[in-house]
T-cell receptor, first 116, second 115 residues
Framework: GAVVSQHPSRVICKSGTSVKIECRSLDFQATTMFWYRQFPKKSLMLMATSNEGSKATYEQGVEKDKFLINHASLTLSTLTVTSAHPEDSSFYIC????????????FGEGSWLTVV | GENVEQHPSTLSVQEGDSAVIKCTYSDSASNYFPWYKQELGKGPQLIIDIRSNVGEKKDQRIAVTLNKTAKHFSLHITETQPEDSAVYFCAASIGAPGGGNKLTFGTGTQLKVEL
């Protein structure tokens, strides 16, 4: 299957700082990527849909100024958690839609964020 | 919006037995139904998917069935092995397979295959 790479896999940051998570589609182009948040033993919660070359579409209740999403190329989307707080600590997962592979959606390995 | 329900939340089977996980969806316009396996601390891995123009799909020990009338779909794993132990998520989306349309996930099933 197609490969989606996420980096970093784990990151610890101090409260008040910002942290960026990258999501790359390695062997296909993705005009659409999705960012999820997952709490322990819970399902995936969609945060936003990232569209290449345009603004992201955020789900209700997700602060767009806090979770900045940039999709500057067909293979890279980034999520920046700004002014991080301990309650932002979570597992963040991206996925990418592979238009060349039947529009199948593939997920990255996830990024563990801990805010101290 | 779409709502996906998944049962059971936990499932324990003996090695070699079959496991069945069931999902229902609410929006009759949904036409793409993938299943993902998630191991602890990792991202979900696509294991099989089915589109609404097909009633059943099989890939080795894994099969998925879809009943559009009843709006439910199921994952079947035969000859289970310990490495099948993980959390399984069903999902549904509207439009072309994932075609710009977001996936709505079920709540997950923790499958444990015991020796």
């Amino acid at each position: 299957g197609a490969v989606v790479s996420q980096h970093p896999s784990r990151v610890i940051c101090k409260s008040g700082t910002s942290v960026k998570i990258e999501c790359r589609s390695l062997d296909f182009q993705a005009t659409t990527m999705f960012w999820y948040r997952q709490f322990p033993k819970k399902s995936l919660m969609l945060m936003a849909t990232s569209n290449e070359g345009s603004k992201a579409t955020y789900e209700q209740g997700v602060e767009k100024d806090k979770f900045l999403i940039n999709h500057a190329s067909l293979t890279l989307s980034t999520l920046t958690v700004t002014s991080a707080h301990p309650e932002d600590s979570s597992f963040y997962i991206c996925s990418a839609r592979a238009g060349s592979i039947g529009n199948t959606i593939y997920f990255g390995e996830g990024s563990w964020l801990t805010v101290v | 919006g779409e709502n996906v329900e998944q049962h059971p939340s936990t499932l324990s089977v003996q090695e070699g037995d079959s496991a069945v996980i069931k999902c229902t969806y609410s929006d009759s316009a949904s036409n793409y139904f993938p299943w993902y396996k998630q191991e602890l601390g990792k991202g979900p891995q696509l294991i099989i998917d089915i589109r609404s123009n097909v009633g059943e799909k099989k890939d080795q020990r894994i099969a998925v069935t879809l009943n559009k009338t009843a709006k439910h779909f199921s994952l079947h794993i035969t000859e289970t092995q310990p490495e099948d132990s993980a959390v399984y998520f069903c999902a549904a989306s509207i439009g072309a397979p994932g075609g710009g349309n977001k996936l709505t996930f079920g709540t997950g099933t923790q499958l444990k295959v015991e020796l």
